[in-house]
């Protein structure tokens, strides 16, 4: 049959991985992720076990349908398919016509081992109702076979025995530039996408893209101004190219450039622009071009938020910082005097652009700051990722595009991960804040000029790890394996000279308190974070003290 669809569909036996797989491929492409199984259990109001106790295998199957032809009649979709799905005739023709058809292939003992020697954190997922009884490993084998013509009547098939999740979803991508499947994102630039229920855009990273700037503008239906915010020293850099390729793509341009440093983070340089928004009478069609690294885009984002009741923005960061963590998410702020980001709102951008080739121009110790954000999250969410830091630490440090370009865009598409599931940091997104505690307590400590961002945050984490070490949660050669990762990128990991009191009273006003208590994250494993609160402040003033040793 002729193929219509863009869809790409991942079938195959529990324990395979489809699930994780299909979210990696949605992630990495910019697509939106369905799990068939997930979507009965909406549809049914109960567990998927719960269903085949009650209702029977019957009705699941019936509620598979309904879900399977809603999907289909969807465009651009990495659907996650339930293992049995495909052996519905009606259901294959469906999917066979709405997309390509990837199998996710494994031996039953990988299978058993996934399932029910593994721990929860792993590729194998809910153990299915149909799996039950003394010999497991027997009815693997024995549903398997009977499901194996079904897993073999697909467009392309890939073994997963010996992959990580990671290395199955670039084999799905490779699977997918060679079948050809319509309007794949593997060629384009977009590195994730992030999806919130004000916002649904795309983080671009890559090299040379600072040209396509005004061109992507126009293909998000922008046209009229465009207000360049930007510091001198990134203004006298790419501020004229900026302006050239937006005055190409037919903008009008205007631009407002702020002295560089957090110290132009506050009220003062906020009221300029306004008075300037205002001189120039800019109204809500225009757009607002934050060009420049964390401090730029905080202030332009901040705002954007407020001036008119909201103009549309797009960050163009160009510190590594910047691109794999400030410019996502929508946190837009300004300084008080008593503390960093207090205040601020929620402001999601219209896109974001990471020009990685404007990295070579940045100062070696802002570079070398930008790593701690980076490195911060392997180590809460993906440990494989930390791992692939640490082994190709040389060619970052060497500014190698291809390989620089895939750390940037992997960090990037974490942050847009836990963006996605929390937009306000009222669950999850509060361990994107690992390190950060100690590392804001510093720098107010010192009034925001002794330490640039990630130096603070490298030694945060430093802390924090040590504090975890110290309640029991983390053991000490995973404290020595992450000191040992920051100081490979040069980071420091201890500090001198600083007022500890100070230290302890900033923390005390950071806005990750909660109810007078300070929410601290942690980590229990490398890749793995959990939040505590209600620690003694002895335990802490102790952390404060190691790291202040030489």
């Known amino acids: 049959m002729g193929r219509r669809g863009d869809n790409v569909i991942l079938t195959g036996f529990s324990g395979t991985g489809k699930s994780l797989v299909a979210k990696e491929v949605a992630r990495r492409t910019g697509r939106v992720f369905l799990d068939t199984d997930e979507e009965i259990v909406k549809l049914a109001g109960k567990s998927t076990a719960e269903i085949f106790t009650q209702d029977g295998e019957g ?14 009649q969807q465009h651009g979709l990495i659907i996650a398919l339930g293992g049995g799905a495909i052996m519905d005739h009606h259901n294959y023709e469906l999917l066979a016509g709405s997309g390509y058809i990837i199998c996710l292939e494994a031996s039953p003992q990988t299978i058993y081992h996934r399932l029910f020697q593994q721990d929860s954190s792993g590729p194998g997922g809910e153990i299915r109702p149909l799996i039950v009884g003394e010999h497991p490993l027997e009815q693997i084998h024995q549903l398997k076979d009977s499901r194996q013509p079904f897993y073999t009547a697909v467009d392309w098939t890939i073994h997963t025995d010996v992959l990580t999740i990671s290395q199955v979803a670039t084999e799905v991508l490779r699977a997918m530039k060679i079948l050809g499947s319509a309007h794949c994102d593997t060629s384009s630039d977009i590195a994730c996408r992030v999806i919130t229920p004000t916002q649904n855009y795309p983080v671009f990273v890559g090299d040379g893209l600072l040209g396509t700037l005004g061109e992507k503008l126009r293909q998000e239906g922008f046209s009229g101004r465009a207000v360049i915010i930007s510091d001198e020293n990134v203004f006298s850099l790419y501020g004229y190219k900026v302006k050239q390729v937006l005055g190409d793509s ?16 506050g009220m003062g340089t906020a009221t300029k622009i306004y008075d300037f928004l205002v001189e120039q009478k800019v109204e809500r069609d225009d757009i607002v ?11 332009a984002g901040f705002v954007a938020a407020t001036f008119l009741r909201g103009l549309s923005w797009i960050q163009v960061p160009t510190s590594l ?5 400030a410019s996502i998410g929508g946190k837009v702020a300004i300084d008080h005097r008593w503390g960093k980001n207090l205040i601020g709102a929620f402001y999601q951008p219209c896109f974001v652009l990471a020009d990685i080739q404007v990295l070579t121009s940045l100062p070696q110790r802002e570079f070398t700051s930008g790593w701690a954000e980076v490195i911060k999250h392997g180590l809460i969410i993906d440990g494989d990722f930390a791992t692939f830091l640490d082994q190709a630490s040389g060619e970052l440090l060497e500014l190698n595009p291809e390989t620089l370009t895939q750390a940037v865009a992997r960090s990037a598409a974490i942050k847009a991960e836990v963006v996605t599931e929390d937009e306000k940091e009222t669950g999850k997104r509060t361990i994107l804040n690992y390190g950060h505690t100690i ?4 720098e107010s400590a010192t009034e925001y000029s002794r330490f640039v961002h990630g130096e603070a945050v490298s030694i945060g984490m430093v802390g924090a790890a040590n504090l975890s070490q110290q309640l029991g949660l983390l053991s000490p050669e995973d404290v020595l394996y992450q000191q040992t990762l920051l100081q ?3 980071l420091p990991v201890n500090f001198s000279g600083v007022d500890l009191d100070r230290v302890m009273r ?3 006003l950071d806005k990750k308190v909660k109810r007078e208590s300070i929410r601290w994250v942690l980590l229990d494993r490398i890749g ?12 802490v003033m102790s952390v404060l003290e190691e790291l202040s040793q030489p």
């Open 59 to 72: 009705n699941f199957r019936r509620w598979e349908r309904q879900v399977v032809e809603k999907a289909c």
């Open 250 to 265: 037919e903008f009008d341009v205007l631009s407002f450039v702020v002295t560089p440093g957090e110290k132009s983070k």
């Open 289 to 299: 071009v934050a060009l420049g690294g964390g401090v730029v885009g905080d202030l």
């Open 321 to 325: 910082m910047a691109m794999v963590d």
């Open 439 to 442: 590392a804001h307590g510093l």
């Open 488 to 490: 490979k990128f040069c």
């Open 506 to 508: 900033a923390m005390e």
């Open 528 to 539: 793995h974070a959990v939040v505590r609160t209600g620690i003694a402040q002895e335990d």
